[in-house]
């Protein structure tokens, strides 16, 4: 606060605006009449507010994060998203505090993403970011920019003329063809639980989220199909229960029919069970399964048999290659099956599954294929007397 007394009767009100990182804070001054110090606070408290005006201010960086994220959750958006979001803006609000949201410049963004990239101990992060991380940090931020933009409160967004650091595609482990006969055989040397979980990521698709949100009652035994509904995730000690990840995941998933076997046998069996209160999938102690112990589970499963070290996501990705080796399937077939929003995501994430030149020379083969097969048939034919 600024008043300076010019006397008993007269002071003048001093609102400064903008950052001080920057240097180019604004003075606003006005000589005002009072009758004493309180009256001089309430005038004091209005022209700061008149400032505010004046100048367009959006507050602080910090408010802004606070303000989009805040608007995302009256939007709907989910609840482990949000969580997402919050321990991004916890950094962010703590690199850039006390920063104007009108003064931040993409300098200062980039001396983020350094900082970010080399580890910053002092702010309480001691190992480097990846640049999946990163990418999440300068998105919210430009998320919140743009929704400020949009609202005509600012004009222009810092993080337009940043550079993010490029982010390598992970190598994903996915089960050959040579594999697969092993990794079916191992099967039998783990829990009913288990082993349904890995079919279920395997043999349809499934994320890992989605099948520890299955209940028995999903599963229709007459058709053979499992109904993706909800999605099951763990955070700070307490099970989210929520919706699917897009609209095209909520689906119906065909289930073969060795499959579903398994799940029969399993839910069967958890029915003669006093202690298991009906969840599709457990652990030990009969408590549901956790997204954390079944990441473990899959981990030791493979070293244990001297498999390759596929995740559960790894067994989803190794249900796409499958499809896609038999040649039996287009690219909207396999997509639809997996519950992705779009093609376009099914062709970023399997580029190398539908390379143009495999594409055409599959074709190509199955074209002389068919020829072959007609004129061996044709060849085959009695001649006629």
């Given at each position: 606060?600024?008043?300076?007394?010019?006397?008993?009767?007269?002071?003048?009100?001093?609102?400064?605006?903008?950052?001080?990182?920057?240097?180019?804070?604004?003075?606003?001054?006005?000589?005002?009449?009072?009758?004493?110090?309180?009256?001089?606070?309430?005038?004091?408290?209005?022209?700061?507010?008149?400032?505010?005006?004046?100048?367009?201010?959006?507050?602080?960086?910090?408010?802004?994060?606070?303000?989009?994220?805040?608007?995302?959750?009256?939007?709907?958006?989910?609840?482990?998203?949000?969580?997402?979001?919050?321990?991004?803006?916890?950094?962010?609000?703590?690199?850039?505090?006390?920063?104007?949201?009108?003064?931040?410049?993409?300098?200062?963004?980039?001396?983020?993403?350094?900082?970010?990239?080399?580890?910053?101990?002092?702010?309480?992060?001691?190992?480097?970011?990846?640049?999946?991380?990163?990418?999440?940090?300068?998105?919210?931020?430009?998320?919140?920019?743009?929704?400020?933009?949009?609202?005509?409160?600012?004009?222009?967004?810092?993080?337009?003329?940043?550079?993010?650091?490029?982010?390598?595609?992970?190598?994903?482990?996915?089960?050959?063809?040579?594999?697969?006969?092993?990794?079916?055989?191992?099967?039998?040397?783990?829990?009913?639980?288990?082993?349904?979980?890995?079919?279920?990521?395997?043999?349809?698709?499934?994320?890992?989220?989605?099948?520890?949100?299955?209940?028995?009652?999903?599963?229709?035994?007459?058709?053979?199909?499992?109904?993706?509904?909800?999605?099951?995730?763990?955070?700070?000690?307490?099970?989210?229960?929520?919706?699917?990840?897009?609209?095209?995941?909520?689906?119906?998933?065909?289930?073969?029919?060795?499959?579903?076997?398994?799940?029969?046998?399993?839910?069967?069996?958890?029915?003669?069970?006093?202690?298991?209160?009906?969840?599709?999938?457990?652990?030990?102690?009969?408590?549901?399964?956790?997204?954390?112990?079944?990441?473990?589970?899959?981990?030791?499963?493979?070293?244990?048999?001297?498999?390759?070290?596929?995740?559960?996501?790894?067994?989803r990705h190794s249900y796409a290659t499958m499809l896609n080796?038999?040649?039996?399937?287009?690219?909207?077939?396999?997509?639809?099956?997996?519950?992705?929003?779009?093609?376009?995501?099914?062709?970023?994430?399997?580029?190398?599954?539908?390379?143009?030149?495999?594409?055409?020379?599959?074709?190509?083969?199955?074209?002389?294929?068919?020829?072959?097969?007609?004129?061996?048939?044709?060849?085959?034919?009695?001649?006629?007397?």
């Amino acid at each position: 606060m600024a008043i300076e007394y010019l006397s008993k009767k007269r002071a003048k009100l001093v609102v400064s605006v903008g950052s001080a990182s920057k240097g180019t804070r604004r003075r606003y001054t006005k000589i005002i009449d009072i009758t004493g110090k309180k009256n001089a606070k309430d005038q004091y408290d209005d022209f700061v507010k008149e400032v505010k005006d004046l100048a367009g201010d959006v507050g602080t960086v910090a408010d802004l994060l606070d303000e989009y994220i805040e608007m995302q959750r009256l939007k709907g958006l989910k609840e482990t998203t949000l969580t997402g979001y919050k321990s991004y803006a916890k950094r962010l609000k703590s690199r850039f505090k006390g920063i104007n949201a009108r003064d931040l410049t993409p300098y200062q963004i980039e001396k983020f993403i350094t900082s970010a990239m080399k580890g910053d101990p002092k702010a309480g992060y001691p190992k480097k970011s990846s640049p999946k991380t990163i990418k999440g940090y300068i998105s919210l931020l430009s998320s919140a920019y743009k929704m400020a933009v949009r609202s005509k409160a600012l004009s222009y967004n810092p993080c337009d003329s940043v550079e993010i650091p490029k982010q390598k595609k992970p190598d994903i482990t996915v089960l050959t063809k040579e594999d697969l006969p092993a990794f079916i055989s191992a099967l039998e040397d783990t829990t009913p639980d288990l082993k349904v979980c890995f079919e279920l990521a395997l043999f349809c698709g499934l994320r890992r989220s989605e099948i520890l949100g299955l209940k028995n009652e999903d599963f229709n035994l007459t058709w053979k199909t499992v109904s993706i509904t909800r999605t099951r995730h763990r955070k700070d000690r307490q099970d989210i229960i929520q919706d699917t990840k897009t609209e095209r995941s909520r689906r119906i998933v065909a289930v073969p029919e060795f499959v579903m076997d398994d799940v029969v046998a399993l839910i069967k069996l958890h029915e003669e069970d006093p202690y298991i209160e009906n969840p599709f999938l457990i652990q030990y102690a009969a408590e549901p399964m956790r997204p954390d112990y079944a990441k473990r589970a899959i981990k030791d499963f493979t070293r244990e048999h001297d498999l390759p070290d596929v995740t559960l996501h790894g067994l989803r990705h190794s249900y796409a290659t499958m499809l896609n080796a038999s040649g039996q399937f287009d690219i909207a077939e396999i997509s639809a099956a997996l519950g992705h929003s779009t093609i376009g995501t099914t062709l970023n994430i399997y580029t190398h599954l539908w390379d143009s030149s495999t594409n055409a020379s599959r074709r190509i083969a199955d074209y002389l294929q068919k020829g072959h097969q007609k004129g061996t048939s044709e060849n085959e034919k009695p001649l006629k007397r």
